[in-house]
């Protein structure tokens, strides 16, 4: 399995040296929404049922702790053992949330687990970067970091462009989750990575990934609660010379999803 997701597990291993500032975008509507309520306590816990691929596990993550990071008082995420096979888990593990103008933002390196079977490995530093907006409207963008560096992998000189987005989404008054279960009051929230990748070969330029989100994680946030149910799909198309070449799928798309078991 790791093994046909060679290619961009490896041009994406040099994520966490070109991506060390933060572009977000904390502008747009700051009116109130008392209504809803995040958690943010030392000592509230969650965990979480996750599934995909055939394979079954579970996290528990926490939040252990204040920290200071530029400056500013965040909540730290843990999880237990320091592990973590879930997107959102592991998204927040090590990480410091804090909560301005309705908004929560993250700072941290936004990480994949090493067990989790993806078709890159993203490892992002990220400051202040938006993950929910209680009042966001369907689609709305909330944060973006944008970048771009070169990389050759089995003689093929790659240009990688990439995009991390947030984006809010629908809200939900009744929500059935996948397993069942049911929650009121629930607010979606979207983390998409769009990826674009080019190479020369003989002198000509070629598309070895044209555009596309090559994940998309979609959170689902009960009010009192948080994150009830995450669904994480990752997918990618490339060339199929450049995957003959490497020995790799010139396609693939995976689904993993994380349930709601136990919180405090």
Sequence with gaps: MKKRFYLLAAVFSGLLLSCSSDDSDNGGNNSSDTNFTIPLTIGKYWTYDV?????????????SNDTIIAGNTYKKFKTRENLATGFYSSSLRNNGV?????????????????????????DLSLLDFIIFKKNATNGEVLSTKSGSFQQTVESFPLTINYTLQSKGGETIPNFT????????????????????????????????????????????????????????????????????????????????????????
Excluded: M
């Design 177 to 264: 989750s996948p397993n069942g279960d049911t929650y009121t009051n629930v607010r979606t929230s979207k983390i998409v990575l769009r990826v674009t990748i080019t190479t020369v070969i003989s002198g000509l330029p070629i598309t070895v990934l044209p555009a596309q989100d090559v994940i998309t994680s979609t959170q689902y946030v009960a009010d009192g609660i948080g994150v009830v149910y995450t669904n994480t799909v990752t997918t990618y198309n490339i060339n199929e010379y450049v995957a003959s070449e490497l020995g790799i799928p010139s396609t693939n798309t995976q689904t993993q999803e994380e349930f709601l078991d136990t919180h405090n």
């Design 98 to 122: 804090r909560e301005v103008d309705h908004k929560l933002l993250l700072s941290g390196d936004l990480s994949l687990a090493d067990g989790q079977q993806l078709p890159i490995g993203l």
């Design 51 to 63: 599934e995909g691929e055939g394979v079954n596990t579970r996290d528990s993550l926490y939040i």
